[in-house]
């Protein structure tokens, strides 16, 4: 049974910084990714890491965003710095891709995801 659990989430101001969590278990090491979703758009990829530790990341976080896994605490983070008010959205983390970088930013792609987490950015 997967079970991903996801913190960290909060209201900052636009600049400030925040830091999720996602908390894993039941899986060995898998593709995981963060995605995110703002009322009334679709969930869109953040920032996805391949099991050989390979970065990728959307244009609209590249430089702000970091993604990473501390494998023996089975917990997939996301640093997020300089944030703006177009990052407020409810954040998932997602686990067990394919691993197809044509794919690794799309939600379809997953199997298994989180109940969320809410970011919330004000100006």
């Known amino acids: 049974q997967v079970q991903l659990v996801e913190s960290g989430g909060g209201s900052v101001q636009s600049g400030e910084s925040l830091k999720l969590s996602c908390e894993a278990s039941g899986i060995p090491k898998y593709v995981m990714a963060w995605f995110r979703q703002a009322p009334g758009k679709e969930r869109e990829g953040v920032a996805a890491i391949d099991v050989d530790d390979t970065l990728i990341y959307s244009d609209s976080v590249k430089g702000r965003f970091t993604i990473s896994v501390d494998n023996a605490k089975n917990t997939l983070y996301l640093q997020m710095n300089s944030l703006k008010p177009e990052d407020t959205a409810m954040y998932y983390c997602?686990?067990?891709?394919?691993?197809?970088?044509?794919?690794?930013?799309?939600?379809?792609?997953?199997?298994?995801w989180g109940q969320g987490t809410q970011v919330t950015v004000s100006s």
């Open positions: 997602a686990a067990d891709g394919s691993g197809d970088y044509q794919r690794i930013l799309s939600p379809d792609d997953y199997k298994n």
